[in-house]
């Protein structure tokens, strides 16, 4: 028997932008806790390579080439969750954009449009889709959100990026107010959390150990995770 502490074995994980550091970290530390991983990126050159790290952990893996702007790409991914895996435990919300460091009044609609769309609306739509399947399959999960810092205090020069941010700290109050109130109904409450990420990730602390189901799903006071 192995004497690995393994929390999350036969749970399945999702996560989006593991092309990325943070994403990949994410990948490999809830492997290494036993989930099994769906993963995607817009970029995917280096997921197959990740897909091999994960394999030699001895947990299934997929990975795919989405694109979190485009609804159409994201509405894939829940189906590829539904038909690969059965569902999802796990979602962790990383992929973003952070294309443009400048003055605010530089900003224009291209720009605003690209961000919102990848950091914001994606994500949204994408725990909604995740969220139906925990409800449909009536099993526990949480959706993680990464988000920034920079969406709780003025970060200049990078005011779209902050804005996108600030939008997803309080999406994942919204989404663990009403998920959790039907959660707590069904009686299995959908757990949500807010990772907010400064310069250096805390990602042991996010990565989805199952809190007691009874204490609901509040999402996670912002502040606390720096
Ligand atoms: N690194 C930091 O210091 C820091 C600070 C605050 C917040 N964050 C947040 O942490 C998360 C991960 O950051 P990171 O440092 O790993 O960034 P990163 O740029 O290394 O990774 C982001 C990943 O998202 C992918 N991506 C970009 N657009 C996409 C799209 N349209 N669809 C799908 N995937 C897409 C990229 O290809 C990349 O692999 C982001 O949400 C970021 O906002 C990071």
Request: glycine content about 12%; aromatic content about 4%; overall charge positive.
């Amino acid at each position: 028997m192995s004497d690995k502490y393994q929390p999350l074995l036969g749970k399945v994980a999702l996560v989006t932008g593991a092309g990325g550091g943070i994403g990949k970290a994410t990948v490999l530390n809830l492997a290494e806790a036993g989930a099994d991983i769906l993963m995607c990126d817009k970029k995917t050159d280096s997921l197959q390579g990740l897909a091999d790290e994960v394999k030699k952990k001895g947990r299934k893996v997929e990975w795919t080439g989405t694109d979190m702007g485009v609804l159409e790409d994201v509405n894939k991914l829940v189906e590829k969750a539904k038909a690969g895996f059965a569902g999802v435990d796990i979602l962790v919300n990383c992929a973003a954009v952070s294309p443009f460091f400048g003055p605010v009044l530089q900003a224009d609609e291209k720009l605003w449009d690209k961000i919102m769309s990848v950091n914001l609306k994606g994500p949204f739509f994408l725990s909604l889709g995740i969220a139906r399947l925990m409800i449909e399959n009536k099993k526990p999960g949480n959706i993680i959100n990464i988000a920034s810092a920079g969406g709780m205090r003025p970060d200049p020069m990078l005011a779209v990026y902050a804005i996108s941010k600030a939008g997803m700290i309080h999406m994942t109050r919204m989404l663990a107010t009403e998920l959790g109130a039907y959660g707590r109904r069904i009686r299995h409450p959908l757990q949500l959390h807010l990772a907010l990420f400064h310069t250096h990730p805390l990602l042991p602390a996010h990565l989805g150990i199952p809190r007691d189901p009874g204490h609901g799903s509040q999402a996670d006071t912002p502040g606390t995770h720096r």
